[in-house]
């Protein structure tokens, strides 16, 4: 096989899977904080297992990325102490850096790229 994913990445990759799942169910469940702040957490260590913890820091504190970094924590503050709404709000302003993370993803950042191939909508050439 050309492309093999090590343990540690495919534990990263569960974890980021239930980090999105908790915070979806946290968000349909009236903003149960709980939820809400086990999928931070599930996320944020699935992105350090993939990426690695020295990478992932350095994706948060590189200059470009610090205006969405300050959001997504400040968010992951108030949903410590019980603003879980104002949380969530001030985390999707973290949308940049997260879109360039999933691009990284093999298959998921394949179908990302490539929008106008999904479902047969290809744009016509002239």
Same mark, same amino acid.
């Given at each position: 096989?050309?492309?093999?994913?090590?343990?540690?990445?495919?534990? !990263?990759?569960?974890?980021? !899977?239930?980090?999105? *799942?908790?915070?979806?169910?946290?968000?349909? *469940?009236?903003?149960?904080?709980?939820?809400?702040?086990?999928?931070?957490?599930?996320?944020?260590?699935?992105? !350090?297992?993939?990426?690695?913890?020295?990478?992932?820091?350095?994706?948060?504190?590189?200059?470009?990325?610090?205006?969405?970094?300050?959001?997504?924590?400040?968010?992951?503050?108030?949903?410590?102490? %019980? $603003?879980?709404?104002?949380?969530?709000?001030?985390?999707?302003?973290?949308?940049?850096?997260?879109?360039?993370?999933?691009?990284?993803?093999?298959?998921?950042? $394949?179908?990302?790229?490539?929008?106008?191939?999904?479902?047969?909508? %290809? %744009?016509? %050439?002239?």
């Amino acid at each position: 096989m050309a492309y093999e994913i090590s343990e540690i990445k495919k534990i !990263g990759i569960g974890l980021v !899977g239930f980090g999105i *799942l908790f915070s979806f169910l946290g968000v349909i *469940l009236f903003f149960d904080r709980g939820l809400l702040a086990l999928g931070n957490i599930f996320f944020l260590t699935g992105v !350090g297992l993939l990426l690695g913890w020295q990478s992932m820091w350095q994706l948060f504190t590189k200059k470009a990325n610090i205006k969405g970094s300050v959001p997504f924590f400040l968010g992951l503050f108030l949903l410590f102490v %019980r $603003w879980p709404v104002a949380g969530i709000i001030l985390e999707l302003g973290y949308g940049a850096p997260i879109q360039a993370f999933l691009y990284q993803i093999p298959i998921i950042g $394949w179908i990302l790229q490539c929008p106008f191939q999904l479902f047969g909508l %290809r %744009r016509k %050439r002239a």
